[in-house]
C-alpha cells in the first residue's frame, strides 16, 4: 500500500531538548493527522490540520499543514521520558479520500 | 476525543481456527470504520473499510475470503480471519470517523493476534 516518506526513522535525545520530524508525499493531501503510539497500543491523535499553511499546538506539541500540501512538520519542545514513543503522521485526500499513514519516527528520551 | 474499543485485547489460536475481532464505536455513530493491519517495526497498512449496510471495500491484495468484516450496525463493525495461520499474525486495529470532527480519526487500542 501506499506510505508516506517521515524523517526522521529514530531520534534519541536528552530530556529537554526539542524535537523535530516530518512528512512529504508525492500527492496533494486535504489532511493531516499526527499520532502517538505506544508499544502494545493503538494510536493515539495528537493534533489534526485541514487547511494549508495552518499551524496548530497542542501543549509542547506544534505541527503545521504545508502550503503546497504535501507536506507537513511535527515539534515536541522540552522533551520529557513519556514522550517516548512512535510518532505516525497520516495525510488524506486524493481521489481515494484514504487515510495513509508515515513510516514512523521512534522517539527515545533519556532522562 | 471520541472513543472505540476493541476486543479481544489479545488472542492466540491454533493454525486452521477462525477469530473474530470486535470493533466499537463507544459515543458516536460510524457509517463508517476502517480495519489496519500492523507488523512489528511497520507502519499502519489499510486493509479494508467497513461501510454499516453494505459491503466492506478491500484494499488490493487483502482477501475478502480470509477476512470476513461485518458492520451491522453503526456502532460495531467485526474482522473475522477465517482459517488463520501463523503469517496472520499481527496487530489489527480498528478506526472509525465521527462525522462531527471533520476527517479526525481516532483509533481502537488493538488486538493482537497470534496463531500457532
Known amino acids: 500500500g501506499q506510505q508516506l516518506n517521515q524523517s526522521p526513522q529514530s531520534m534519541f535525545i536528552q530530556e529537554g531538548e526539542d524535537v523535530s520530524m516530518n512528512c512529504t508525499s508525492s500527492?496533494?493531501?486535504?489532511?493531516w493527522l499526527w499520532y502517538k503510539q505506544e508499544p502494545g497500543e493503538g494510536p493515539v491523535l495528537l493534533i489534526a490540520?485541514?487547511?494549508?499553511?495552518e499551524l496548530t499546538s497542542n501543549g509542547r506539541l506544534t505541527a503545521q499543514f504545508g502550503i503546497t500540501r504535501k507536506d507537513s512538520f511535527l515539534n515536541i519542545s522540552a522533551s520529557i521520558p513519556s514522550d517516548v514513543g512512535i510518532y505516525f503522521c497520516?495525510?488524506?485526500?486524493?481521489?481515494?479520500?484514504?487515510?495513509?499513514f508515515g513510516t514512523g519516527t521512534l522517539l527515545a528520551v533519556q532522562p | 476525543g471520541a472513543v472505540v474499543s476493541q476486543h479481544p485485547s489479545r488472542v492466540i489460536c491454533k493454525s486452521g481456527t477462525s477469530v473474530k475481532i470486535e470493533c466499537r464505536s463507544l459515543?458516536?455513530?460510524?457509517?463508517?470504520m476502517f480495519w489496519y493491519r500492523q507488523f512489528p517495526k511497520q507502519s499502519l497498512m489499510l486493509m479494508a473499510t467497513?461501510?454499516?449496510?453494505?459491503?466492506?471495500?478491500?484494499e488490493q491484495g487483502v482477501e475478502k475470503d480470509k477476512f470476513l468484516i461485518n458492520h451491522a450496525s453503526l456502532t460495531l463493525s467485526t474482522l473475522t480471519v477465517t482459517s488463520a495461520h501463523p503469517e496472520d499474525s499481527s496487530f489489527y486495529i480498528c478506526?472509525?470517523?465521527?462525522?462531527?470532527?471533520?476527517?479526525?480519526?481516532?483509533f481502537g487500542p488493538g488486538t493482537r493476534l497470534l496463531v500457532l
Open positions: 490540520l485541514y487547511k494549508a499553511g
Open positions: 497520516a495525510g488524506r485526500g486524493g481521489a481515494t479520500n484514504k487515510l495513509i
Open positions: 478506526s472509525a470517523n465521527p462525522g462531527t470532527a471533520g476527517e479526525t480519526q481516532y
Open positions: 467497513s461501510n454499516e449496510g453494505s459491503k466492506a471495500t478491500y
Open positions: 459515543d458516536f455513530q460510524a457509517t463508517t
Open positions: 500527492s496533494i493531501f486535504n489532511t
